[in-house]
T-cell receptor, first 113, second 113 residues
Framework: DGGITQSPKYLFRKEGQNVTLSCEQNLNHDAMYWYRQDPGQGLRLIYYSQIVNDFQKGDIAEGYSVSREKKESFPLTVTSAQKNPTAFYLC????????????FGDGTRLSIL | AQSVTQLGSHVSVSEGALVLLRCNYSSSVPPYLFWYVQYPNQGLQLLLKYTSAATLVKGINGFEAEFKKSETSFHLTKPSAHMSDAAEYFCAVSSNAGNMLTFGGGTRLMVKP
């Protein structure tokens, strides 16, 4: 079945460490997105990519980095510069143009030890 | 510019009662509108979408929504709530001009036995 796979489901990070969240899709979608979700809040866009080797910052990109070397993959790195990284992270994908509905993975919950 | 407002961060209904979740949007061009559902520790799942065809849109799990241009609304309804409907619901807007989806803050639906 086609879909989006995020791994791991739960992730723990020590202070000062970088950590990378995986997102893989087999839907043949061009566009991919990363969102952050905090308790009781909506979705905030971190980064998005419309095509391989290209990506744009969203509303809260500081402290995060991404790469898009393959169409299927859009990993997110949470760097030590992100002061409050504890959150639920959601990856999504869609066909282009960007006004099309997005398909979501099941998320990764990141916690600070 | 586009935005979406969901009135009521929490809604509680009894099992078998009508479900009404409110969504108002703002868009300078004709909108595309979406409702998503999120169960605990999962990603978002598309319930239904409006893209300028019929104004009454039927979705999965017995939900439907009506696009009312004069009221800039896209409220989600279900005639009879089921315990399994307890989840968080997100309204989102994009447009036929290609703008990316903008999500509302979400409404948590609780269903009482």
């Amino acid at each position: 079945d086609g879909g989006i796979t995020q791994s791991p489901k739960y992730l723990f990070r020590k202070e000062g460490q970088n950590v990378t969240l995986s997102c893989e899709q087999n839907l043949n979608h061009d566009a991919m997105y990363w969102y952050r979700q905090d308790p009781g809040q909506g979705l905030r866009l971190i980064y998005y990519s419309q095509i391989v080797n290209d990506f744009q910052k969203g509303d809260i990109a500081e402290g995060y980095s991404v790469s898009r070397e393959k169409k299927e993959s859009f990993p997110l790195t949470v760097t030590s510069a992100q002061k409050n990284p504890t959150a639920f992270y959601l990856c999504a994908s869609s066909i282009r143009p960007l006004n099309q509905p997005q398909h979501f993975g099941d998320g990764t919950r990141l916690s600070i030890l | 510019a586009q935005s979406v407002t969901q009135l009521g961060s929490h809604v509680s209904v009894s099992e078998g009662a009508l479900v009404l979740l409110r969504c108002n949007y703002s868009s300078s061009v004709p909108p595309y509108l979406f409702w998503y559902v999120q169960y605990p520790n999962q990603g978002l799942q598309l319930l239904l979408k409006y893209t300028s065809a019929a104004t009454l849109v039927k979705g999965i799990n017995g939900f439907e929504a009506e696009f009312k241009k004069s009221e800039t609304s896209f409220h989600l309804t279900k005639p009879s709530a089921h315990m399994s409907d307890a989840a968080e619901y997100f309204c989102a807007v994009s447009s036929n001009a290609g703008n990316m989806l903008t999500f509302g803050g979400g409404t948590r639906l609780m269903v009482k036995p």
